[in-house]
């Protein structure tokens, strides 16, 4: 079945600086790609989606890349803040009826 | 803004009893999922619904876990017979009706402990 794998598991960077979080995905059939962020205790709330027609989607601070042939998508958070802690999850589904989640990165922003 | 919502947000059970989750979806969604987060670990798909009937199920959904759509907005998981590692937060979702695959709004959860 369809496996995402992430990484890394925990990223510390400084106050300002950027930070990226890496994902690849097994079954090529899949064609979408949201990211989710969750804050300790609370639910997942998506950041940032992007579908396989599309190689790279920007809004403001967050952007997401896409690879199809490598299978592989990446999240970029520039001029971190200190909100910016969370845990985040990237994931990919086939259709409407099924999201497989990666193993979740914990990011912690250096004041 | 309209939000999924979830009762109870807190369910302690016995070893072995059986529990309903109950989950109200954004109104004009079609799609409706239910998945479970174990403390600290990823979020894992358990079953999405559509149009009346289960669209997909993983592994982890085995003969224990039902689903119903019992009237016009609730949304329900139940767990017959609960084990120990069924303790975990449990969210649904739901999206809008696309011809392809799309936003899911998470409710904020039902954290189940099994005693």
């Not at chain 1, 994902?23 to 997942?44: H, I, M, V």
């Not at chain 1, 490598?70 to 969370?86: G, M, N, R, W």
Request: proline share 5%.
């Amino acid at each position: 079945g369809e496996n995402v794998e992430q990484h890394p598991s925990t990223l510390s960077v400084q106050e300002g600086d950027s930070a990226v979080i890496k994902c690849t995905y097994s079954d090529s059939a899949s064609n979408y790609f949201p990211w989710y962020k969750q804050e300790l205790g609370k639910r997942p709330q998506l950041i940032i989606d992007i579908r396989s027609n599309v190689g790279e989607k920007k809004d403001q601070r967050i952007a997401v890349t896409l690879n199809k042939t490598a299978k592989h998508f990446s999240l970029h958070i520039t001029e971190t803040q200190p909100e910016d802690s969370a845990v985040y999850f990237c994931a990919a589904s086939i259709g409407a009826s099924k999201i497989i989640f990666g193993s979740g990165t914990r990011l912690s922003i250096r004041p | 803004e309209p939000e999924v919502t979830q009762t109870p947000s807190h369910q302690v059970t016995q070893m072995g009893q059986e529990v309903i989750l109950r989950c109200v979806p954004i109104s004009n969604h079609l799609y409706f999922y239910w998945y479970r987060q174990i403390l600290g670990q990823k979020v894992e798909f358990l079953v999405s619904f559509y149009n009346n009937e289960i669209s997909e199920k993983s592994e982890i959904f085995d003969d224990q876990f039902s689903v119903e759509r019992p009237d016009g907005s609730n949304f329900t998981l139940k767990i017959r017979s609960t084990k120990l590692e069924d303790s975990a937060m449990y969210f649904c979702a739901s999206s809008e009706p696309q011809t392809g695959p799309g936003e899911q709004f998470f409710g904020p959860g039902t954290r189940l402990t099994v005693l």
